[in-house]
């Protein structure tokens, strides 16, 4: 706070200074020749009148130091007038009129001020010495003495008026809180590091600073980098020592870098748990703490600084710092999904929606942002010509082939996808899942919860209760085509087709092609007095070379398996894409000219009004000429 002041202080006097400059220059001009134009005059006259030489030499030697007389003509009077012809005081006459003073703004020298105020001294001491008795007068009268003295008293601090700006400078040079490292390079001792530099320590208290009535600490923050200022200007015009200007040049880019990571990091997090807590209040505790908003509108309108000859725009560097971290989450999201499998696709449409709404609470609060949906592009890298869809999709057709038809059984009860008792996936995800621990590594444990759902409490809550990470069902299907966004579904539903025609052509097709010609040509279905026991036990003996083949198991039965799992997990996307457009009905029945003809009537179910904005939009002609879906696969 005490460095804030005096910086604060010193920053509006120089400011002003352009203000208060010509007009102190002005009053001193005006003091200076009032005396010796006017206020001398009648000194000069007692001093003549009395014969006092000495004094009346002295008195006129005060006047000619400083007098600025008016000119003749108006034409000359930049340049200052002569001595008026008639002086009536030298003869110790009366008469004398008060002279007009010509107001300039150019005010007595230092050397000026120092002789006159020497000679004034001189004159004070000299009348006071030589007073007059009965038979002698003074030298100069006693009011006369008191107004020289007065004069003294009120330009005591005109050299320091007059050079405010160098004044200021030189009240508020805080060099010596920094400069340390002049006498470690003589001492040859160990350098200090940043932590121990005591501008970052206090800008760095006035960030984390969180206590009760302190939110105004946020304010001071910048301050204590005006430290490096001074000790920059004081290492090259004092000390002279360029080494010095150096340490103090790198440690500068380190502070400011770390200054705006931190500031960032507290604006990051009020937002992203701001937006927790919209979106799940359950899980936030109740009066859970946040950081002041106050606050963090400080540090959303920092302004900007001069350090070390250059501006920093301090506001939008935080800013660029925010977008950087909110698109570190996305990167996060998007990674954990990849490495942990498809059924986590429920917390990555969770993170999805954090990072949309803390992107849009801080446009609202006037941080430049880029535009969300270009930013999550660029994350899953949509925007790449090569890998058409990005990589979200290539994930989800690697992951369905790989990994989920494999290993996933489907419950028609609870119409979800569960791991079976026995899976064979075809691959692992090492590589993603070591890519994933580096990244957290890196980003360390406290901002690992950060960039999932804010505070470590409710990313725990979340993941615990709000998703379920053992199963695919309706929801995820939902959550799936939020996050791959409907333009790409088709190209989804495209690859399950491959990968169906796939599984038909290559591990299903061969077998049946091999089976038939040993199937016994004399099989037929027995009569049912025989019972279902009897049946199966004439079929299993019939078909006992089949019922024995190895490969049966693991080959056409899990190509059925796999076949049954795909069906089934388009059909869960063909429901949620039924929902989605139903959804969507009211915003895009003016886009298709549908606003009367398909208006949906209270009593339709959601089905059927999405079923007819599906028709209305043709998507099954615009995916792809045949079509797509369900009706595609069958």
């Known amino acids: 706070e005490v460095v804030g002041l005096i910086k604060g202080l010193a920053g509006q006097v120089k400011t002003l200074e352009h203000v208060t400059a010509p007009v102190v220059r002005l009053h001193f001009h005006q003091q200076v020749q009032e005396l010796v134009q006017n206020s001398i005059t009648p000194m000069i006259k007692h001093a003549a009148k009395k014969t006092k030489k000495e004094m009346t030499d002295m008195l006129l030697i005060l006047r000619t130091i400083a007098a600025d007389w008016k000119a003749a ?12 012809a008639a002086q009536p005081e030298l003869q110790g006459k009366s008469g004398a009129e008060a002279r007009v003073i010509v107001a300039r703004k150019t005010p007595p020298s230092n050397s000026q001020f120092v002789l006159m105020r020497a000679l004034i001294t001189r004159i004070v001491s000299r009348a006071e010495t030589h007073r007059g008795g009965y038979f002698s007068t003074d030298e100069l009268k006693k009011d006369d003495g008191k107004i020289l003295k007065a004069w003294v008293r009120s330009t005591w601090h005109a050299d320091g008026l007059l050079r ?26 160990i350098q200090f590091p940043i932590s121990s530099s005591f501008p970052w320590i206090l800008s760095s208290f006035a960030i984390k600073d969180s206590r009760s009535g302190k939110a105004r600490m946020a304010e001071q923050a910048l301050f204590p980098l005006e430290i490096y ?11 002279k020592q360029r080494h010095i200007y150096m340490e103090i040049e790198a440690e500068v880019q380190i502070c400011i870098s770390q200054f705006l990571e931190l500031a960032a990091r507290k604006v990051y997090s009020h937002y992203r748990q701001r937006a927790a807590a919209l979106l799940f209040p359950s899980a936030v505790a109740e009066g859970a703490a946040l950081l ?11 302004p900007a600084m001069q350090i070390l000859g250059r501006t920093v725009e301090m506001a939008t560097a935080v800013g660029e ?11 996060l999201a998007v990674m954990r999904f990849e490495a942990k499998g498809l059924c986590r696709v429920r917390e990555l449409a969770a993170l999805h929606r954090m990072a949309s709404v803390t992107h849009r609470l801080l446009v609202q609060d006037g941080v430049h942002l880029p535009d969300f949906g270009e930013t999550w592009a660029e994350v899953v890298e949509a925007l790449n ?33 569960k791991e079976g008792a026995v899976g064979f996936p075809l691959s692992d995800r090492s590589e993603e899942e070591s890519e994933l621990r580096k990244m957290e590594e890196d980003s360390g444990r406290s901002m690992h919860f950060l960039h999932l759902f804010g505070t470590k409490a409710v990313t725990e809550t979340v993941t615990r209760d709000l998703l379920t990470t053992e199963e695919f069902g309706p929801a995820h299907a939902i959550d799936l085509i939020e996050v791959l966004g409907l333009e790409n579904v088709g190209l989804l539903l495209t690859s399950c087709q491959d990968l169906l025609s796939e599984r038909l052509t290559q591990g299903v097709l061969p077998y049946v092609l091999k089976i038939i010609p040993g199937v016994p040509r004399d099989t037929k279905l027995q009569s049912f007095k025989y019972g279902v026991d009897g049946l199966l036990k ?50 895009l029945q003016p886009l298709v000219g549908a606003e009367n003809k398909h208006r949906t009537p209270p009593s339709d179910t959601a089905h059927e009004a999405g079923a007819r904005v599906k028709d209305s939009l043709k998507l099954g002609s615009a995916a792809g000429g045949d079509g797509w879906g369900l009706g595609a696969l069958q």
């Open 538 to 587: 004439y079929l299993e003996a019939k078909l006992v070379d089949l019922i024995t083949y190895s490969d049966l198991k693991w080959g056409v039965l899990q190509s059925l398996r796999e076949l049954g799992n795909l069906v089934c997990f388009v059909r869960l996307l063909e429901e949620a894409l039924t929902l989605s457009y139903a959804k969507a009905a009211t915003s």
């Open 229 to 239: 200022n001074d000790a920059a200007a004081r290492a090259l015009s004092a000390l």
């Open 73 to 84: 003509t108006i034409a000359a009077d930049w340049q200052g007038g002569r001595e008026p």
């Open 385 to 417: 010509a090569i890998a058409v869809g990005g990589r979200l999709v290539k994930h989800v057709v690697v992951e369905l082939s790989a990994f989920f038809l494999p290993s996933m059984t489907f419950q028609e009860a609870t119409r979800t996808f």
């Open 292 to 302: 002041e908003a106050s606050r963090v509108r400080v540090l959303l309108r920092l």
């Open 321 to 331: 710092q925010v977008a950087l971290l909110l698109r570190k989450s996305m990167l």
């Open 164 to 189: 405010l700006g160098t004044v200021v400078d030189t009240a508020s040079d805080l060099s010596d809180l920094y400069l340390r490292e002049f006498y470690l390079e003589m001492t040859k001792a």
